[in-house]
T-cell receptor, first 111, second 112 residues
Framework: GAGVSQSPRYKVTKRGQDVALRCDPISGHVSLYWYRQALGQGPEFLTYFNYEAQQDKSGLPNDRFSAERPEGSISTLTIQRTEQRDSAMYRC?????????FGPGTRLLVL | GDSVTQMEGPVTLSEEAFLTINCTYTATGYPSLFWYVQYPGEGLQLLLKATKADDKGSNKGFEATYRKETTSFHLEKGSVQVSDSAVYFCALTENNFNKFYFGSGTKLNVKP
């Protein structure tokens, strides 16, 4: 079956612009996670959804970052007023239990 | 707080050599432990897992044993292949699976 998909795969934006990153999880997966991964580092937890409920957002770095999953399926991570330090790979994962399935990621470059 | 520490890479081995990648963890409760692998140009995929102390996870010739007494989950393989060249990540989650913690990754290069 289809895996986790993310779009866009690459995003180049100018500092100060807003960006929206989309995650389409595996059908039927209850849990959805967002991570940020800097070059040469492991994924850093940002936020977690159980169905449509955002149950943990402790990893969001500041209030410019937000996420939603309104119907318990597709999720959007939004970064407002982007800064150069936001440049990274943003990864989404979905799961039924403890095994996560990762998407290919969106590479964000803020100029 | 919870955390995972991995040995730094890169690790360079010849084909058929024995592999060990060290991973130690800090957790407040009783975590589940994982190894993920990222092949060049691809996303992370689960390699193996162990959900309680003394469990051994295994897959594709790789093994790791959950050692509560040493808070470790070292990855081993008896004979590596060129195709095993990748970045390996150790990770943990507490029992509610709400939040995962990943190590910084260890790059493995296997030469023919």
């Amino acid at each position: 079956g289809a895996g986790v998909s993310q779009s866009p795969r690459y995003k180049v934006t100018k500092r100060g612009q807003d960006v929206a990153l989309r995650c389409d999880p595996i059908s039927g997966h209850v849990s959805l996670y967002w991570y940020r991964q800097a070059l040469g580092q492991g994924p850093e937890f940002l936020t977690y959804f159980n169905y449509e409920a955002q149950q943990d957002k402790s990893g969001l770095p500041n209030d410019r970052f937000s996420a939603e999953r309104p119907e318990g399926s597709i999720s959007t991570l939004t970064i407002q007023r982007t800064e150069q330090r936001d440049s990274a790979m943003y990864r989404c994962a979905s799961s039924l239990e403890e095994t996560q399935y990762f998407g290919p990621g969106t590479r964000l470059l803020v100029l | 707080g919870d955390s995972v520490t991995q040995m730094e890479g890169p690790v360079t081995l010849s084909e058929e050599a024995f592999l060990t990648i060290n991973c130690t963890y800090t957790a407040t409760g009783y975590p589940s432990l994982f190894w993920y692998v990222q092949y060049p140009g691809e996303g992370l995929q689960l390699l193996l897992k162990a959900t309680k102390a003394d469990d051994k996870g295994s897959n594709k010739g790789f093994e790791a044993t959950y050692r509560k007494e040493t808070t470790s989950f070292h990855l081993e393989k008896g004979s590596v292949q060129v195709s095993d060249s990748a970045v390996y990540f150790c990770a943990l989650t507490e029992n509610n699976f709400n939040k995962f913690y990943f190590g910084s990754g260890t790059k493995l290069n296997v030469k023919p």
